[in-house]
């Protein structure tokens, strides 16, 4: 089966290390092995040191005299991990634009590339290396006569309520875990991060506010010392990942949400988790109700657009890069 570019699978590789650092409160000068760095993201050592590079140039680890990995400072939330040249430029522009037309409900199950090309007016080679990497990432698989089939992933009103009923499921589970330890230092950082949040929500652009709030809910997971929770958590961020940078930020609750993680950490270090799970619960069910709105509004968009068009040339909803989102 294809796979997606290596440097990509590397870049792919580097940010699951990267979440799972700063989930986990890793401190800078800690020592870590490849074996742990690969059981964490769920990788073999090989493809691990494809993604050592990108880190080692970033200055996020560091090599020590005995050859051993060090972690050197860790990245800020919304930091890119690891350039792209040209065509990887290219690629992941392209790579938004059918995630936005995606979720919004414009593109069909079923499509071929040559209707990607004419669509978003690309190469084939761009076209063909977005393809392998959303391939490799679950949500596409190829389909019979050369085409593309979509699959079910968070790409759309329904799923994401899925996807939210899951970590009902499991989020309140791993905080009330009999193995659950937070320690104060993670505590302080994510106290500080929510609280910088709730101070100017707006100073956040919908990158870092995506990685920030998400980041809060894999520190969770990765606290409850239960490695099928903490494995979860990963797995369920990387899937919210595409959809969370997609769809615009909802400024109105963005305040409020910081509120509810900092009532919810004010419970945890009170070694009162029973009412912090409840929190939790409540925090999930309004958020699960803003997103669906969300959704909802960027899928009415991207078919208005599509309907527009005679040709089946719908233009996307946004081009911009997630980051300079409105």
């Not at 800690?30 to 769920?42: H, N, Q, R, Y």
């Not at 991060?193 to 100017?200: A, R, S, T, V, W």
């Not at 400024?251 to 409020?256: C, E, H, Q």
Request: some cysteine; proline content about 7%.
């Amino acid at each position: 089966m294809p796979r997606p570019p290596a440097a990509d699978l590397h870049r792919d590789l580097a940010r699951a290390i990267v979440d799972y650092l700063r989930a986990s409160g890793a401190e800078p000068g800690i020592p870590l092995s490849e074996t742990i760095l690969a059981k964490a993201v769920g990788t073999s050592r090989t493809p691990l040191r494809g993604a050592l590079p990108i880190l080692l140039e970033l200055e996020v680890l560091e090599r020590c005299p005995n050859g051993r990995l060090r972690l050197q400072r860790l990245p800020g939330a919304g930091e890119e991990i690891g350039a792209a040249d040209g065509e990887a430029g290219d690629a992941e522009e392209l790579y938004w634009r059918v995630a936005r037309d995606r979720i919004g409900g414009a593109l069909p199950d079923v499509l071929g590339e040559a209707e990607l090309m004419r669509r978003y007016g690309a190469p084939r080679g761009i076209v063909h290396r977005v393809l392998l990497q959303i391939m490799g990432e679950g949500w596409i698989e190829r389909a019979p006569a050369g085409n593309w089939r979509f699959l079910a992933l968070i790409d759309g009103p329904e799923s994401y309520d899925e996807s939210y009923r899951f970590r009902r499921a499991i989020e309140p589970a791993a905080l009330l875990d009999p193995a659950f330890s937070m320690p104060p230092l993670i505590l302080a950082r994510l106290r500080r991060e929510q609280q910088g949040l709730l101070k100017d929500p707006n100073s956040a652009t919908p990158r870092e506010a995506f990685e920030l709030n998400s980041g809060f809910h894999l520190a969770l997971t990765q606290a409850s010392n239960n490695r099928f929770f903490a494995d979860a958590g990963l797995r369920v961020t990387r899937l919210r990942r595409v959809v969370g940078y997609v769809i615009a930020l909802d400024r109105g609750r963005l305040a409020t949400q910081s509120a509810e993680h900092l009532a919810i950490l004010e419970h945890i270090e009170a070694r009162d988790r029973e009412k912090a799970a409840e929190l939790l619960v409540r925090h999930l069910d309004a958020g699960r109700a803003s997103k669906a709105k969300l959704l909802e509004k960027v899928q009415l968009q991207a078919l208005g657009l599509a309907s527009m068009q005679g040709d089946g040339t719908a233009t996307p909803v946004s081009t911009s890069p997630p980051d300079q989102a409105a």
